[in-house]
């Protein structure tokens, strides 16, 4: 079955961190770009960043804009996003996305073939 999943989410503290993973299963994730998203209830869904197939990183949102960076190990096929200095406007469900189709001189694909089922970040004291 091919699929991404996501795990790393959970309860922590405002101020603290937290590493959230996408692992690919059933194709290899260095053919695709990885994106990072999330929704917090009653809100739209907001792109965080997207991570090309060398590596290369773009920071999508503002607000995450200095406390949260992504990776990929490829040879771990999973990506990473790192989220730093958490507040409470960070609590959402967050998700990973994979595509294969590029756009030049981008880090973001056209559009995204595997969605994950979600995990969810809860940022309170």
């Known amino acids: 079955q091919l699929r991404v999943v996501e795990s790393g989410g959970g309860l922590v503290q405002p101020g603290g961190a937290l590493r959230l993973s996408c692992e690919a299963s059933g194709f290899p994730l260095d053919d695709y770009y990885i994106g990072w998203f999330r929704q917090a209830p009653g809100k739209e869904r907001e792109g965080l960043s997207c991570i090309g197939r060398s590596g290369g990183s773009s920071i999508l949102a503002d607000s995450v804009k200095g406390r949260f960076t992504s990776s990929r190990d490829n040879a771990q096929n999973t990506a990473y996003l790192q989220m730093n200095n958490l507040n409470p406007e960070d609590t959402a469900v967050y998700y990973c996305?994979?595509?294969?189709?590029?756009?030049?001189?981008?880090?973001?694909?056209?559009?995204?073939?595997?969605w994950g089922q979600g995990t969810q970040v809860t940022v309170s004291s």
């Open positions: 996305a994979a595509g294969t189709t590029g756009v030049p001189g981008n880090n973001c694909p056209q559009w995204y073939d595997y």
